[in-house]
């Protein structure tokens, strides 16, 4: 049935141009499709009129060419759309099948009984064609003239074929007596049909103008939408990286709290450094002075590995420094966990009160896909956070935890836990210690950034930060996805 769909839609879009508008395309191609049924509509009724007369061989009269006459009208409305004379393809159809198949056949005699009856129902049939192929804004004269036409052609029907019909015809008297009630019934038909479709035409024009208007506002719409989504995708790129930016920030706003603690681990390496430095200094003055070798050797071993201490404490100190402070585009990878806690704790060093224990357990034995900078930044929010909550408490406690958990619905997870022995966190507190810029330190004390970059941060991980309230403290927990 491929074929078959291809040649009605060539017949509908019978010349019409792509770019015709589409109220004027539909109107265009119902007058195509009309046209081509009515035509396949005489064909079928030419078949079966001649299968009849070969039935019952009977010669073809006038009344069989009518149908004849209006395929070739059918044929010669195709090519008037075929060379886009659509308004007088349009008229052809309109006006001149009533004639050939009603007045014509009366003009040559060809007047039946039966004639008086069914041809006001087909002048009804051929007086849709208007209200199909017309449309009442834009074709409103041509419209109005139809209308008149098919009233006129209505109201005369009768008349011409009394006048063309045998005067032995046993209805025309019938007709006479009845006259007034058949031309009231008639026009009643007409006006009743032609009006119900006209007030569906004007119902349709209504919705179809309410349609047009509002898929104009949908376009402005549209048009307005896509320049909001151009503001908010440049809004979003500009939050993102002030967001970069504003990490960085706090990063380096922390490195204050942390040059202390800093300077005190530096310290260290270079106490080792200066102390191996000078046992290798008086191993070769001993050796000049031609001191026992085996002495010198074994000082210049000493010394040596005292140095080596130092150095790899120095470079673990600024190794996790360069951690921290990156600042660029940060990249996931495997890291210890275990690592990075223990960094944060000596930068911290310098920020903890003398008499604060400091507790660690760490169990967790393999490394987590991370941002090794993000989470050193979260891990010092929350400890830098936990030290603070201390200040007024006799007996300070802090403890670290590192393992792993798993469950059915959230998986494997790497668990930091980050308790202290403080006060609790009010409800009023907790609701909103993750909100940006909120902060219950006092002025030029704290940003109210901290555990809301921690809370985004562990985000990026797909992770989660969350706290508890205990009898004897507070309980921060850092949940990774492994």
């Not at 006459?69 to 009533?98: D, E, G, Q």
């Amino acid at each position: 049935m491929g074929w078959l769909s291809k040649l009605w839609q060539s017949i509908s879009y019978n010349g019409i141009e792509s770019s015709r508008h589409d109220t004027i395309k539909r109107t265009t191609v119902l007058n195509n499709q009309v046209n081509a049924t009515l035509f396949l509509i005489m064909v079928g009724i030419s078949v079966l009129l001649w299968v009849l007369r070969v039935i019952e061989d009977r010669t073809m009269n006038i009344g069989g060419w009518r149908f004849y006459w209006i395929m070739c009208l059918c044929i010669i409305h195709f090519f008037l759309s075929r060379f886009k004379f659509h308004t007088l393809a349009k008229s052809l159809l309109i006006f001149i099948p009533p004639i050939l198949f009603l007045i014509v056949p009366a003009l040559f005699g060809f007047v039946e009984d039966q004639s008086f009856f069914y041809y006001t129902y087909i002048v009804v049939a051929f007086s849709l064609f208007p209200q199909l192929l017309l449309r009442i804004n834009t074709n409103r004269i041509l419209y109005r003239g139809a209308m008149l036409y098919y009233l006129v052609f209505m109201f005369s029907l009768d008349y011409i074929l009394v006048y063309f019909a045998p005067k032995e015809l046993a209805v025309i008297p019938m007709l006479e007596d009845f006259w007034i009630f058949n031309k009231i019934a008639s026009i009643s038909i007409y006006t009743f049909i032609n009006s119900s479709v006209y007030y569906l035409k004007w119902v349709n024009y209504k919705f179809e103008k309410q349609l047009k208007a509002n898929q104009v506002e949908l376009l402005i719409n549209n048009k307005r939408l896509d320049v909001h989504i151009e503001e908010l995708k440049a809004t979003n790129e500009h939050l993102k990286t002030t967001q970069q930016q504003l990490i960085h920030s706090e990063k380096m706003a922390s490195l204050g709290v942390l040059t202390a603690g800093v300077a005190h681990e530096i310290n260290t390496p270079l106490n080792f450094i200066s102390t191996g430095s000078l046992l290798v200094r008086n191993a070769i003055e001993d050796s000049q002075n031609g001191n026992d070798t085996d002495e010198v050797n074994k000082m210049l071993h000493q010394g040596n590995e005292i140095i080596n201490k130092g150095v790899e404490q120095a470079a673990f100190v600024v190794s996790s420094l360069m951690t921290f402070s990156y600042s660029g585009k940060s990249q996931k990878s495997k890291h210890d966990l275990h690592s990075i806690l223990d960094s944060t704790l000596m930068f911290l060093k310098a920020k903890m009160p003398a008499d604060l224990i400091v507790e660690k357990n760490y169990t967790l034995d393999e490394p987590v896909t991370i941002y090794a900078d993000k989470i050193h930044q979260v891990a010092l929010n929350i400890i830098d956070n936990a030290i603070s909550a201390l200040d007024n408490v006799d007996s300070k406690i802090l403890k670290i935890s590192c393992d792993k958990q798993s469950n059915q619905r959230e998986g494997n997870y790497a668990c930091i836990s980050i308790f202290n022995n403080g006060p609790q966190i009010n409800n009023k507190v907790g609701a909103r210690i993750f909100d940006p810029f909120y902060t219950t330190k006092s002025i030029n004390k704290g940003t109210g950034l901290g555990l809301s970059l921690a809370y985004n941060l562990v985000e990026e991980h797909d992770g989660f930060l969350s706290f508890n309230n205990h009898p004897d403290g507070v309980e921060f927990m850092i949940k990774l996805p492994m």
